[in-house]
Nanobody, 123 residues
């Protein structure tokens, strides 16, 4: 059974940090690129970051570049999103997703999705 389970969300003040984790099981984790998406209240799904199979290449949404860092552990089958200098506009439900290969244009191109974890940035 394929599972992606996010954790690490919560309430944080502006300027604070959170580390999201995504635990993968049921598929060959090391063969998949891993992605983070987010969906803010009343808005559509937004791609946040991508990391290739080895972890040697990472890609970011412009508004999070320099503040967020994605990583992966192919031994523990985990992906992470370190979020620093958080802003109220980062408030969203964050999802991890897995896909064979580079980013796709459509949601259906992604093979597996987690259930999401809420991140709220507020004073």
């Amino acid at each position: 059974q394929v599972r992606l389970v996010e954790s690490g969300g919560g309430l944080v003040q502006p300027g604070g940090s959170l580390r999201l984790s995504c635990a993968a099981s049921g598929f060959t984790f090391s063969s998949y690129w891993m992605y983070w998406f987010r969906q803010a209240p009343g808005k559509g799904l937004e791609w946040v970051s991508a990391i290739n199979t080895s972890g040697g290449s990472t890609f970011y949404l412009g508004s999070v570049k320099g503040r967020f860092t994605t990583s992966r552990d192919n031994v523990k089958n985990m992906a992470h999103l370190q979020m620093n200098s958080l802003k109220p506009e980062d408030t969203a439900v964050y999802y991890c997703a897995a896909k064979i290969g580079p980013p796709g244009q459509y949601v259906y191109e992604y093979d597996y999705w987690g259930q999401g974890t809420q991140v709220t940035v507020s004073s």
